[in-house]
């Protein structure tokens, strides 16, 4: 063939394809799979219904001239046994998704569809790349047929825009490379939100709960409810729901004890590594219990974080926090306890993800007298596994010592706790401090209660200036009643940390949102005013994934003396927050919700209802949640 016929013969290919990707409704809903080696054409394929999570299943190819040919994205001719042999450099005619595409569905695969015939041992990952600003995507490339298709190994962030790149390593039958390196890009769909569901058929029967992600969106929910053979006791359950289906998984017990339970916490690492913690206790005893998953198993028995000290016998764990990250596993509380003149103590411990709890953790404060306490423990741990460690000191006669911190570096021993400079905490119950970690420091962020007015203050933690004096990052004319949720208030994902938290201004509580960025160490000029304005909300939690798009959720007062759930998206693309829409049903009390936003955009929101006076025959239900992906 010359290459006045080798022309030709792209012309009437490019020519019968674009025609079958013009008869397609949409290509890139769907997962791309690759048949066996027969010719496909006719029309593109038909859309089965969706799940209602914004997913939707494979789905097969048209006719073809040799009958049912294999789901394929292109049209058109591509031949028996190949596409025939031209003496041209080979081209890529068509991508799939198309170039610039916009709304591309997360799970879909990518495929290339080339003007001739390739040598197979040049269609590698290493020469066909799908890069995620700058980073590849792990996966696995196969070919047949004339098409090349990645098949990325998790699910595509929603929002990201990825880049298709493919090198001039790629030869055809006769060796000769790509005519020139190819590149195009796509940005997927973002996400909507599913039906609302609980963890148990019967919400009435959940109590307290908490919930964590991993980097895909596989959600974890910890939750108490009445022990199985003592209905008079409560113990501790969990479910996985996995972003691929929303479903739930199995209901795990975690203690068998024989004690009740209560105040549990969960962790998640980014590879699905958790760990769950609660108090379990008769009353005069108390026990900090643990239970870890590694490599998608439950360990077989929960066991003792903390229960008799080495002074006195602990009483209650009355604040608690787990982090999981860099290999470890970290958790600290504060204890009370009878017997001894100081009443409480702060308590931190680390442990390698597989190791043994030690049997005395470290313990590096306590209250010297009855009128001071400990509260509000925080940690977080960073993937170096570099653990930071806070609470806040209540002193006597309503005024605060301020907040405290201390840091373990991995095969170092704690550090003492060292006050953050000027800092003032109100009541717990106010909520804060709020912490969390990246890979350069940590960041805290408070509630400072001084001469009747609330101002949030943020102090940043970096190796040479330690935590930083606190600044304001409210707006310092706005100083009516205020609000940080604890866990919820604060996210980060290593490039920015979000803080979100409600205020009074005039007769309403609005929701505030602001963003400290890691590359330049500064906080947006001014906070952006999330809620509407006019009505009153209370608690406001937030979540950002890996590219900085963010979730925020919060709960606002209705007519009848009733609660919704609202949400609101910010898109970093347009750095704007669109307009909150309800994420509950009116005509009840949905209250506390609690957000999870993984690092590929999928997020979980969880959350409560309850009783009031003016909805009496309402229920008290826990463990509801919905999924966003």
Request: glycine fraction near 12%; aromatic fraction near 8%; hydrophobic fraction near 35%.
């Given at each position: 063939m010359?290459?006045?016929q080798?022309?030709s013969?792209?012309a009437a290919?490019?020519?019968?394809t674009?025609?079958a990707?013009?008869?397609?409704?949409?290509?890139?809903?769907?997962?791309?799979?690759r048949?066996?080696?027969?010719?496909?054409?006719?029309?593109?394929?038909?859309?089965?219904?969706?799940s209602?999570?914004?997913?939707?299943?494979s789905?097969?190819?048209?006719?073809?001239?040799?009958?049912?040919g294999?789901?394929s994205?292109?049209?058109?001719?591509?031949?028996m046994?190949?596409?025939p042999?031209?003496?041209?450099?080979?081209e890529v005619v068509e991508?799939?998704?198309?170039?610039?595409?916009e709304?591309?569905?997360?799970?879909?695969?990518?495929?290339?569809l080339?003007?001739e015939?390739?040598?197979?041992?040049t269609v590698t990952?290493?020469?066909?790349?799908i890069?995620?600003?700058?980073?590849?995507?792990?996966?696995?490339v196969?070919?047949?047929?004339?098409?090349?298709?990645?098949?990325?190994?998790?699910?595509?962030?929603?929002?990201?825009?990825?880049e298709?790149n493919?090198?001039?390593a790629?030869?055809?039958?006769?060796?000769?490379?790509?005519k020139?390196?190819?590149?195009?890009?796509?940005?997927?769909?973002?996400?909507t939100?599913?039906?609302q569901g609980?963890?148990?058929?019967?919400?009435?029967l959940?109590?307290?709960?908490?919930?964590a992600?991993?980097?895909?969106?596989?959600v974890?929910?910890?939750y108490?409810?009445?022990?199985?053979?003592?209905?008079?006791?409560?113990t501790?359950?969990?479910?996985?729901?996995?972003a691929?289906?929303?479903?739930?998984?199995?209901?795990?017990?975690?203690?068998?004890?024989g004690?009740?339970?209560?105040?549990?916490?969960?962790?998640?690492?980014?590879?699905?590594?958790?760990?769950?913690?609660?108090?379990?206790?008769?009353?005069?005893?108390?026990?900090?219990?643990?239970?870890?998953?590694v490599?998608?198993?439950?360990?077989?028995t929960?066991?003792?974080v903390?229960?008799?000290?080495?002074?006195?016998?602990?009483t209650?764990?009355n604040?608690?926090?787990?982090a999981?990250?860099?290999g470890?596993?970290?958790?600290?509380?504060?204890?009370?306890?009878?017997?001894?003149?100081?009443?409480?103590?702060?308590?931190?411990?680390?442990?390698p993800?597989?190791?043994?709890?030690?049997s005395m953790?470290a313990?590096?404060?306590?209250?010297?007298n009855?009128?001071?306490?400990l509260?509000?423990?925080?940690?977080a741990?960073?993937?170096k596994?570099?653990?930071?460690?806070?609470f806040?000191?209540h002193?006597?006669?309503g005024t605060?010592?301020?907040?405290?911190?201390?840091?373990?570096?991995?095969?170092m021993?704690?550090?003492?706790?060292?006050?953050?400079?000027s800092?003032?905490v109100?009541?717990?119950y106010?909520?804060?401090?709020?912490?969390?970690?990246?890979g350069?420091?940590?960041?805290?962020?408070?509630?400072?209660?001084?001469?009747?007015e609330?101002?949030?203050?943020?102090?940043r933690?970096?190796?040479?200036?330690q935590f930083?004096?606190?600044?304001?990052?409210?707006?310092p004319?706005?100083?009516?009643?205020?609000?940080?949720?604890?866990?919820?208030?604060?996210a980060?994902n290593g490039?920015s940390?979000w803080v979100?938290?409600t205020q009074?201004l005039?007769?309403?509580?609005?929701?505030?949102?602001?963003?400290?960025?890691?590359?330049?160490?500064t906080?947006?000029?001014?906070p952006?005013?999330?809620?509407?304005?006019?009505?009153?909300?209370?608690?406001?939690?937030i979540?950002v994934?890996?590219?900085g798009?963010?979730?925020?959720?919060?709960?606002q007062?209705?007519?009848g003396?009733?609660?919704?759930?609202?949400?609101?998206?910010?898109a970093?693309a347009?750095?704007?927050?669109?307009?909150?829409?309800?994420?509950?049903?009116a005509?009840?009390?949905?209250?506390?919700?609690?957000l999870?936003?993984?690092?590929?955009?999928?997020a979980?929101?969880?959350?409560?209802?309850s009783?009031?006076?003016?909805?009496?025959?309402?229920?008290n239900m826990?463990?509801l949640y919905?999924?966003f992906?």
């Amino acid at each position: 063939m010359n290459r006045a016929q080798h022309r030709s013969t792209l012309a009437a290919l490019a020519l019968v394809t674009t025609a079958a990707f013009a008869a397609c409704s949409s290509l890139d809903d769907r997962k791309v799979t690759r048949g066996p080696d027969v010719a496909v054409g006719g029309d593109g394929p038909e859309h089965s219904g969706g799940s209602g999570t914004g997913d939707e299943p494979s789905v097969g190819g048209g006719g073809s001239r040799g009958g049912e040919g294999p789901d394929s994205p292109f049209g058109g001719e591509t031949f028996m046994g190949g596409s025939p042999a031209v003496d041209g450099p080979p081209e890529v005619v068509e991508v799939d998704p198309k170039a610039d595409a916009e709304d591309v569905n997360p799970n879909g695969a990518i495929s290339l569809l080339f003007s001739e015939g390739l040598d197979p041992a040049t269609v590698t990952t290493e020469n066909i790349r799908i890069l995620d600003e700058g980073r590849e995507v792990e996966g696995e490339v196969s070919y047949d047929n004339g098409v090349a298709t990645f098949e990325p190994a998790s699910r595509l962030s929603l929002l990201a825009t990825y880049e298709v790149n493919v090198s001039n390593a790629v030869t055809d039958t006769g060796g000769q490379a790509l005519k020139e390196p190819f590149a195009a890009s796509f940005t997927v769909r973002d996400g909507t939100w599913g039906r609302q569901g609980s963890v148990n058929a019967d919400p009435t029967l959940v109590g307290s709960h908490a919930s964590a992600t991993d980097a895909q969106g596989n959600v974890l929910i910890a939750y108490t409810g009445k022990a199985p053979t003592n209905p008079s006791l409560t113990t501790v359950f969990a479910r996985w729901v996995r972003a691929s289906t929303t479903a739930l998984g199995e209901e795990i017990q975690l203690e068998d004890n024989g004690l009740g339970c209560n105040g549990v916490k969960v962790a998640v690492d980014a590879d699905g590594n958790a760990v769950a913690i609660w108090q379990s206790g008769d009353g005069k005893q108390a026990y900090l219990r643990a239970r870890r998953f590694v490599d998608g198993a439950w360990e077989r028995t929960a066991q003792n974080v903390a229960q008799d000290g080495a002074t006195a016998t602990m009483t209650s764990a009355n604040s608690s926090a787990v982090a999981i990250g860099g290999g470890q596993i970290a958790v600290a509380w504060t204890r009370y306890f009878y017997q001894t003149v100081g009443n409480y103590a702060a308590h931190y411990t680390s442990v390698p993800l597989k190791g043994a709890w030690p049997s005395m953790p470290a313990s590096h404060i306590s209250t010297s007298n009855s009128s001071e306490y400990l509260d509000s423990t925080q940690i977080a741990l960073d993937a170096k596994g570099t653990v930071t460690a806070m609470f806040t000191w209540h002193a006597s006669a309503g005024t605060y010592k301020g907040v405290y911190f201390a840091r373990r570096a991995p095969g170092m021993e704690w550090e003492y706790p060292t006050k953050i400079p000027s800092s003032n905490v109100p009541s717990s119950y106010l909520g804060g401090p709020v912490l969390a970690s990246d890979g350069e420091g940590a960041m805290a962020v408070w509630l400072d209660y001084i001469n009747y007015e609330y101002h949030l203050k943020a102090s940043r933690y970096t190796k040479a200036k330690q935590f930083s004096e606190p600044i304001e990052i409210g707006d310092p004319q706005v100083i009516g009643n205020a609000k940080l949720a604890s866990p919820g208030g604060l996210a980060t994902n290593g490039q920015s940390y979000w803080v979100t938290w409600t205020q009074a201004l005039g007769s309403s509580q609005n929701v505030y949102v602001k963003r400290f960025d890691v590359a330049s160490g500064t906080w947006d000029a001014e906070p952006t005013l999330v809620s509407d304005g006019v009505a009153n909300t209370d608690v406001a939690v937030i979540g950002v994934d890996a590219h900085g798009n963010a979730v925020a959720a919060y709960d606002q007062s209705a007519t009848g003396n009733t609660l919704l759930i609202l949400g609101a998206r910010y898109a970093a693309a347009s750095r704007k927050w669109a307009d909150p829409a309800p994420l509950t049903d009116a005509g009840t009390y949905f209250t506390t919700p609690l957000l999870t936003v993984a690092g590929s955009g999928v997020a979980s929101l969880l959350f409560s209802s309850s009783q009031n006076e003016s909805m009496p025959a309402a229920k008290n239900m826990h463990g509801l949640y919905r999924i966003f992906k």
